[in-house]
DNA sequence: CAAATCATGTAATGTGTTACATGATTCG
DNA sequence: CGAATCATGTAACACATTACATGATTTG
């Protein structure tokens, strides 16, 4: 339920098209979704029958038509009351934890290369995550709260992998120590 | 798909009935499925399909009879397999930085109530892991590598929140700064 | 010339949660 | 005496992902 909002929210900021926002959801990772069509297009769909998004379809040469959706007086207050909620507790689904429970059943060496190639995966994560907020922090944003809101968001996003990466390396280092051969 | 290999790695430890694993699962953090009746017990039947454990039923007087379940050679196979599987990074679901992300459209005193009542309850969510954590330490287990890999495990978790508590109160903290009135 | 982009949507399938159903026993 | 525990399972629904379908245009 919450894709909905998630949404309204960006559609709060400027009228969008579906296909829009399937690009903006799906390249984020604060809108942890997968952006599908299905997901996108239906969320539209039932946005607009309870009235709080207007359509408008902007009809181009050469391309499929685009439709336009607006939020409405409605929207903005479904949203501010959203917003005011209290909100749930993050989720972590971390499916190395998992792997690494049964990690005694294999042998030290093979356990070593696959933490070795979540470390990488992990780094690579964060260069990309910091790349985007490097772009991200180019769009002009209306209020210093705004600013700061989305700094804070973004921050928390890397300090989450920071930490992620800190945590295998020391794991790493360790490693030999407690299930070396 | 994962949760066939988490029930397959509680069931490398000891042959457990359904039930046990229902609560195994819906009271842990790592294993972070809702532990639903109809998640275990079809996997079970899964597993049992695909030869990956084996069935015995245990009549009980005064309850219903228990169906233990074992796991097979091709079992520990599959289980020592998929551990060396490429893990997938860790997906974080967190619906506050959603509703965060639009916090600039409410009055900013309202924003802080959320903000507390955010921080009470991951406050309280460390606690319980804490708690739980201290339970989890009393288990005896085999081998000094598995004790290791147990406490590192817990220990991601309980420093994911313990991040999270700190995150929040340095964002309340600055919070009239940059959105006061 | 193949692949990506633009732009909409549907179908099939997979995964997950809540609620329902049964029925004895034990605990507060 | 109501609620929780033990123990299995099914049904209905919600949520998500992948793939299919169309078709012109642009980019490598």
Redesign the pocket.
Known sequence: ???RYAILGLLSREPL????L??LIADSDVFY???????I??A?VDLHRDGLVTQEVQP?E???????YTITGAGRDALRAWVLTPPDLPQLRHPALIQLAWGDQVESGALDALLAAYEEEVRVKLLMLQEGARREAQVPVRTGCARWLRDAIAGRLRAFYEHELAWVRELRAELTDFCGE
């Open positions: 339920m919450t894709i098209s579906g296909y829009d399937k690009k979704w997968s952006g599908s069509n299905n997901q297009y239906r539209l181009q050469d391309r499929p038509a685009r439709k336009i």
